[in-house]
């Protein structure tokens, strides 16, 4: 799937496009989330998509065009 422009109208304040993002990376999260315990910790969740949103915002699309 190309992520292009969805990155770019998120990345220019569009909350659909930062949605359908964490949406479409939702399950790669929560692995992480879930990794080393036996439980879900949603602090945990919470801080990962915090820093899935950060990073998409500082994420240089113009490099991977």
Known sequence: ???TETIYAAQHGDPLAM???IKEFQPLI???T????SVFDE????I???QF???TYK???ERYL
């Open 1 to 3: 799937m190309n992520y």
């Open 19 to 21: 949605a359908q993002l």
């Open 30 to 32: 929560i692995s992480i």
């Open 34 to 37: 879930c990794r080393g315990h």
């Open 43 to 46: 602090d945990r969740y919470q």
């Open 48 to 50: 990962l998509t915090e």
């Open 53 to 55: 949103i950060r990073t």
């Open 59 to 61: 994420f240089n699309l």
